[in-house]
């Protein structure tokens, strides 16, 4: 007998509820897991105690949502099929920014619903999440109908804000990375920037897109002279984050066109990041093709 898949509406709300009850015992589970665990996830960085915490959580819950076809995470190399193969392709960071946990600032998690198999085109992206761990955990979600953000407490989620969008004076930006790792353009581009804007960086990507989402700018973790795929990755943090400012009016690129464009190659693909108000992204793409 043909069970039926709930809709994708349906799926997407139980794909955000499941994250945001589970967020609440990832923050608990941070406590006690701060120390490297003696493995690396496919990008080859040293897993923390609480990266594969985190993952395992999700991973287990997130499997097990009617309509998830599948489920991929930052920290591991295989994609786990779990569902009817006409259901939806979960990608997860389980922790963003896991390096501040040891100086105890902000960290993330981020999640992206592809309505195809993975590595997908940004483009195929039917919803988008971050929850922010910070004196507040918050959830910004994005679907095609827009963006909303919720306090996150006790496993519930309450709305705070149902039409979100970036602010038209971008005030704050942040740029990861060495400076003496970016390229000549990058340079005179943050030159340029620094003064018109305040400086924001915290080293969690989350938390740094989290001051653009509230105060408009620019984040970027640039291609760079050592690595020019630049360090975040296309399906886990990439797509999600780029979708996510797309759909609150702002814009995204890899450096030459907007994330959701990028042709996927590769599950764990990197990609330079650069996210923010549109006039700011403009000008660094025209910085770029100089
Ligand atoms: P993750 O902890 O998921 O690997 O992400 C860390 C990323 C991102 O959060 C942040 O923007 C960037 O790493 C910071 O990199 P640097 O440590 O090189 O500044
Ligand atoms: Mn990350
Ligand atoms: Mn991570």
């Given at each position: 007998m043909s069970t039926t898949l709930p809709s994708e509406p349906e799926i997407i709300e139980a794909v955000m509820n499941t994250v945001a009850y589970t967020a609440t015992e990832v923050r608990q589970g941070l406590i006690g897991r701060r120390g490297t665990v003696d493995a690396e996830n496919p990008s080859g960085e040293t897993q923390l105690e609480a990266d594969v915490w985190a993952d395992r959580l999700l991973r287990e819950r997130l499997s097990n949502v009617d309509g998830v076809a599948e489920y991929a995470s930052e920290e591991s190399d295989r994609i786990l099929e779990c569902g009817d193969s006409a259901g939806l392709s979960v990608a997860t960071d389980?922790?963003?920014?896991?390096?501040n946990l040891q100086s105890n600032n902000t960290m993330g998690t981020i999640v992206g619903v592809y309505d195809e198999p993975l590595p997908a085109r940004g483009t195929r992206l039917v919803a988008a999440a971050y929850v922010l761990y910070g004196p507040i955990v918050t959830m910004m979600i994005a679907t095609d109908e827009g963006v909303s953000e919720y306090e996150l407490g006790g496993g519930e989620r309450s709305l705070i804000e149902d039409d979100v969008t970036l602010p038209d004076e971008p005030v704050v930006y942040g740029v990861g990375g060495r400076a003496q790792h970016w390229p000549a353009a990058i340079v005179d581009y943050v030159r340029e920037i620094e003064t018109e804007l305040k400086l924001r960086y915290g080293g969690a990507m989350i938390g740094d897109v989290n001051q653009v989402m509230t105060y408009g700018g620019l984040f970027a973790y640039p291609t760079l002279?050592?690595?020019?795929?630049?360090?975040?990755?296309?399906?886990?943090?990439g797509n999600p984050i780029g979708y996510i400012l797309e759909q609150a009016g702002g814009a995204s690129s890899n450096g030459h066109r907007s994330l959701l464009e990028v042709e996927p190659t590769e599950l764990h693909q990197r990609t330079p990041v650069y996210i923010g108000n549109e006039e700011y992204i403009e000008r660094l793409e025209a910085a770029l093709a100089d």
């Open positions: 389980p922790l963003d920014g896991s390096s002279e050592p690595h020019p795929e630049g360090k975040l990755r296309l399906q886990f943090e």
